[in-house]
């Protein structure tokens, strides 16, 4: 069992920065990656960033690429989106997941343990 819990949302202006938090408890040995998603009312979730547990590989949506970085501590088990130059449409609840599916998965099905999502809401 992975208990995850997100944090570090708010509320900031387009073009500021935010840094969200992720960490991880429990049985984290059998994580191959993890991801963040986000979601806004009435759609599906939609990923946003990817890391493998090792900190070795991260990818990206072409939504966030080049403005959102994630990156792992792995002495605390704590993985973060640094989010960059932040646009109104980056408005969402965001979340961060487990999967122990190998490759790059984006899939919102192939990850578990679902934290219970932080929202950022920037205005324009």
């Known amino acids: 069992q992975v208990q995850l819990v997100e944090s570090g949302g708010g509320l900031v202006q387009a073009g500021d920065s935010l840094r969200l938090s992720c960490a991880a408890s429990g049985r984290t040995s059998i994580i191959f990656a993890m991801g963040w998603f986000r979601q806004v009312p009435g759609k599906d979730r939609e990923f946003v960033a990817g890391?493998?547990?090792?900190?070795?590989?991260?990818y990206y949506a072409d939504s966030v690429k080049g403005r959102f970085t994630i990156s792992k501590d792995n002495a605390k088990s704590t993985v973060y989106l640094q989010m960059d130059s932040l646009k109104s449409e980056d408005t969402a609840v965001y979340y961060c997941?487990?999967?122990?599916?190998?490759?790059?998965?984006?899939?919102?099905?192939?990850?578990?343990?679902w934290g219970q999502g932080t929202q950022v809401t920037v205005s324009s």
């Open positions: 997941a487990q999967t122990r599916k190998v490759g790059a998965p984006t899939n919102e099905a192939d990850f578990g343990s």
């Open positions: 890391i493998r547990w090792s900190g070795t590989f991260a």
